[in-house]
């Protein structure tokens, strides 16, 4: 077996070809990007999507067995993130109105005519009554501490009512105020 040598020549210049077409390539790579993030549109803004709420809660009056609290209005500053009704169970109809306020906190309405420790253990993730209430409207709402959230929960004949957030028991207690069920 003959083995045969094999000389492999480099071209002149061909090491600084080489590293000028790699500088090219990360400059047209680096000016793709700059262009997507400058004509690209960015979301901005906090992360809070506002939603409608005023048919959702028509709609729940019509059908829970129980008088379905809201606000008329929402002040300004405030937006509705979520909302929902399930009706599926009628012994436990359950509505939920959830807002950031305009200091940009928590603040949400649960009420069900199911079980009132259930309907508390879940809205306030397993809060513990304390001995204060809250006056709202010339009404006791019995205060609420939770890990995450304080609450404020009113017991009545149909159902039960949890005003909840991040906020403090008085802004709470002023937004209870904000509630009406017409």
Do not use: C
Not at 36 to 58: E, K, M, Q, T
Not at 137 to 149: L, N, V
């Amino acid at each position: 077996m003959a083995t045969e040598n094999v000389t492999v020549r480099k071209r002149p210049g061909m090491a600084a070809k080489s590293v000028r077409d790699m500088v090219l390539s990360l400059a047209a790579v680096l000016a793709a990007g700059l262009v997507i993030y400058f004509f690209i549109p960015h979301s901005g803004g906090n992360g809070v999507r506002p939603v409608s709420y005023l048919d959702s809660v028509a709609s729940a009056r019509r059908f829970a067995p129980y008088p379905v609290l809201a606000p008329d209005h929402l002040p300004s500053g405030w937006n509705a993130t979520s909302v929902n009704f399930d009706g599926s169970n009628p012994q436990a109809a359950v509505w939920t109105l959830g807002l950031i306020d305009a200091d940009g906190q928590y603040v949400a309405v649960q009420q069900s005519n199911g079980s009132p420790d259930a309907v508390i253990h879940n809205a306030t993730l397993d809060g513990q009554k304390l001995s204060s209430t809250t006056q709202v409207a010339g009404t006791a709402w019995t205060q609420y501490q939770g890990s995450r959230y304080q609450a404020l929960v009113l017991e009545g004949a149909k159902g039960t009512t949890v005003v909840f957030g991040t906020e403090g028991f008085a802004k709470l207690g002023q937004f209870a105020a904000m509630l009406s069920d017409h």
